[in-house]
């Protein structure tokens, strides 16, 4: 297993269209945490996931945002309609049950919204 | 909500000096306090953590301390080496609620 592993790294869009962001995991982990993370911040909680069970979103997290853990492994983090503000760093991570609280993350997906 | 201050936001020491973060958190009944590394490029790797029924946690030359009185805890580097360059951000609670981050530069 070679950690989180988070793809594209770097999306560079327009305006107005809309982007998905995918990320595996390490295997045996069953939580899996979004986070934003703009320039000279710490990352912002967004969402995670237990399983395949969505059990918390941020407010951050508006109508335009939707992520999906469908069987419970890889996630995708959607943005329809991206705006300027969006651009940032998406990062995310994961935690195994016995250890609910120590997250490795992976790289990180940067958008470039113009 | 939540809040987790961390200060400085910069901070520049001699190499092989000591370096000292400091955190405060809002919710009292925060009980897992970690602190990470984030190096260019990279998302933020766990250095170290503390729960709640420790006042202080080693690792080599870095160690945390919690005052759970005061809410707040503490990073502390020793004899800094240029790989310590970075960002550390500091954190509180189940939802992992991060501080700002302190970038430190470690001088020659």
């Known amino acids: 297993d070679t950690g989180v592993s988070q793809n594209p790294r770097h999306k560079i869009t327009k305006r107005g269209q809309n982007v998905t962001f995918r990320c595996d995991p390490i295997s045996e982990h069953n939580r899996l945490y979004w986070y934003r993370q703009t320039l000279g911040q710490g990352p912002e909680f967004l969402t995670y996931f237990q399983n395949e069970a969505q059990l918390e979103k941020s407010r951050l997290l508006s109508d335009r945002f939707s992520a999906e853990r469908p069987k419970g492994s890889f996630s995708t983090l959607e943005i329809q309609r991206t705006e300027q503000g969006d651009s940032a760093m998406y990062l995310c991570?994961?935690?195994?049950?016995?250890?609910?609280?120590?997250?490795?993350f992976g790289a990180g997906s940067r958008l470039t919204v113009l | 909500g939540e809040n987790v201050e961390q200060h400085p936001s910069t901070l520049s020491v001699q190499e092989g000096d000591s370096a000292v973060i400091k955190c405060t958190y809002s919710d009292s009944a925060s009980n897992y306090f970690p602190w990470y590394k984030q190096e260019l490029g990279k998302g933020p790797q766990l250095i170290i953590d503390?729960?709640?029924?420790?006042g202080e946690k080693k690792d080599q030359r870095i160690a945390v301390t919690l005052n759970k009185t005061a809410k707040h805890f503490s990073l502390h580097i020793t004899e800094t080496q240029p790989e310590d360059s970075a960002v550390y951000f500091c954190a509180a609670t189940d939802k992992i609620i991060f501080g700002k981050g302190t970038r430190l530069h470690i001088l020659p």
């Open positions: 503390i729960r709640s029924n420790v």
């Open positions: 991570a994961s935690s195994s049950h016995s250890g609910a609280n120590v997250l490795t």
